[in-house]
Nanobody
């Protein structure tokens, strides 16, 4: 079994910061890309940021310059530092990871259960 567990969500005022964490645990041989998506009420889930195993990041235009994604491979953990938060950043944030459970197997995409981020104006 593999689990992704997010933490760090909460309520913050506009202009504030939050740091999300997501730790992968279980039967893991290696992790390829990791990332964050978000889903606001009444909207589709959208990409926020991803990071490859070589630490190459990719950001949605809406968060470029404000959010920073990083990872700690020794801890199987991905982070999302969110700065200059706006009310439109309010959403449930989901962690995702492409995980290889054993040598020779193809990677499988896993998702966390999500953490709520609410930005008040």
């Amino acid at each position: 079994q593999v689990q992704l567990v997010e933490s760090g969500g909460g309520l913050v005022q506009a202009g504030g910061s939050l740091r999300l964490s997501c730790a992968a645990s279980g039967s893991i041989y290696s992790i390829n890309a990791m990332g964050w998506y978000r889903q606001a009420p009444g909207k589709q889930r959208e990409l926020v940021a991803t990071i490859t195993s070589a630490d190459t990041p990719n950001y949605a235009d809406s968060v470029k310059g404000r959010f920073i994604i990083s990872r700690d491979n020794a801890k199987n953990t991905v982070y999302l530092q969110m700065n200059s938060l706006k009310p439109e950043d309010t959403a449930v944030y989901y962690c995702t990871a492409q995980i290889v459970r054993r040598l020779g197997l193809s990677p499988v995409v896993y998702w966390g259960r999500g953490t709520q981020v609410t930005v008040s104006s």
